[in-house]
């Protein structure tokens, strides 16, 4: 799927923010701005957070428990070794659902709908790239 811009970005975001369910783990993977955050942007809104959406690169983890379902929006740049995610309590979150921005910091989650945004040289738009397990084949809306 191409993103022509960081609008179709976040409109790709409130596409599938309408069939999140508590207890789902989706992984946004790819370079420095292409739109990670863009995409969690679009889903949060669509779920109807309607303040700012900072980037959790620094407070790595940011709650939005008054949505429902609730969301954890989690930025893993900066984790130094998997194990410091012990910490986070990102594991335990079957009431809610999980945004994981940089999972490959982690190495968990073969559960997830796995996201990746590249960069389209041809194009300079943004590319989406999904892998969703067998939970996510009925209700994804990417395929």
Known sequence: MILADEEATMAAGAMLAKVARAGDVITLSGPLGTGKTSF???????????GEVPSPSFAIVQPYEHLDPPVWHADLYRLEEERDLDELGLDDLADAVLLVEWPEQAGRWDHALALVLDPDPETGRRRLTVSAPAAWKERCPFQ
């Open 40 to 50: 969690a942007r679009g889903f949060l809104a669509a779920l109807g957070h309607a």
